[in-house]
């Protein structure tokens, strides 16, 4: 019976979790404006464009790329970026996000998983790099009525089978 119990109640947590991912009637809105962060993103990496880039960050955020950069405010964020935009090998690649998965953890507060499969970026000795799987973990909290990123993590896949 405990078991019955502890199962039932594990299969309620599922159903609640995944119920949060889903753009329902109470999140339908957020969803649309989370959504949109992650495009205004993907455009200025497109256009090289700092201000849209860091415009959906909070003024404290948090933010660690997969090669270790890590900031703590938009404005350390921006001088950052000002010099990835700066290197054409890196901005040479294409992004092709596929779609968010949002948990609303709150009302205020809520996590996105993305991925973002990265293809012909080059070296910097401009060979071409294989595509990557890039993944972003962002958290948001909602300020003064819009979302905005107080923490982005991105990580990096590699291919784990032979060259």
């Known amino acids: 019976m405990k078991q ?3 199962m039932t109640f594990i299969g309620l947590l599922g159903l609640k979790s995944h119920a949060q991912n889903l753009p329902n009637q109470k999140y339908s ?3 649309q404006a989370i959504k949109e962060t992650i495009n205004n993103w993907d455009t200025a990496w497109e256009k090289k464009d700092l201000e849209l880039a860091i415009q959906d960050y909070a003024d ?4 660690t790329n997969a090669f270790g950069d ?4 938009k404005n ?3 001088k950052l970026l000002e010099l990835i ?13 596929g779609v968010p998965y949002i948990t609303f953890l709150t009302d205020q507060i809520a996590t996105v998983r993305s991925k973002n499969i990265r293809t012909n970026q080059k070296w910097a000795d ?7 799987d890039i993944n972003h973990l962002r958290v948001y909290k909602k300020i003064n009525g819009q979302w905005l990123i107080i923490n982005h ?7 784990k089978g032979p060259k």
């Open 4 to 6: 019955l119990i502890f």
């Open 126 to 132: 401009g060979s071409k790099m294989q595509d990557r």
């Open 70 to 73: 890590r900031v703590q405010s």
């Open 85 to 97: 935009f700066s290197m054409d090998f890196v901005m040479s690649g294409k992004n092709n996000y």
């Open 29 to 31: 809105n957020d969803v």
């Open 153 to 159: 993590m991105i990580s990096q896949a590699h291919s």
């Open 60 to 63: 404290t955020t948090d933010w």
């Open 76 to 78: 350390e964020l921006k």
